[in-house]
């Protein structure tokens, strides 16, 4: 049975709904990084690192060499740097919007704290 896009697109942003997984991504835009280098920027457990890139792996986004002894990961693809982008893009937004209302709240309350 095939699966509807929404329902892949779902599937996607949930693969992609982990702090250290988008961590992951952000550090690989700047290139191949070997796992001891992702360890070190995003500092967590190594296996809890190895779960996490064992899913990126899975789903095609990044891939995995081995140089003799040390794992290299990249992005698969130049698209994930425009979707974080875009994220960021998005997030910033929606962030102004709140802050806007935000000061338009606090301006609120102080006028009616002066009545």
């Known amino acids: 049975m095939r699966v ?24 690989l835009q700047d290139g191949p990084m070997p796992v001891r280098d992702l360890l070190t920027a995003i500092g967590i457990e190594p296996s809890s690192l190895s779960q996490q890139l064992a899913v990126l792996r899975r789903s095609g ?10 794992v290299v990961y990249a992005l698969a693809g130049g698209d994930v740097t425009e979707l974080l982008g875009a994220a960021r893009r998005l997030l910033t937004d929606v962030l102004t919007g709140q802050e806007e ?4 709240l606090r301006g609120d309350r102080s006028g009616a704290e002066n009545r």
Do not use: D, N, S, W
Not at 6 to 25: C, D, N, S, T, W
Not at 61 to 70: F, K, N, P
Not at 101 to 104: A, C, G, V, W
């Open 4 to 27: 509807p896009l929404y329902q892949a697109k779902a599937e996607f942003f949930r693969m992609l709904g982990h702090p250290v997984r988008i961590r992951v991504l952000e550090l």
């Open 61 to 70: 986004i990044v891939t995995a060499t081995r140089e003799g002894t040390t």
């Open 101 to 104: 209302l935000l000061t338009e």
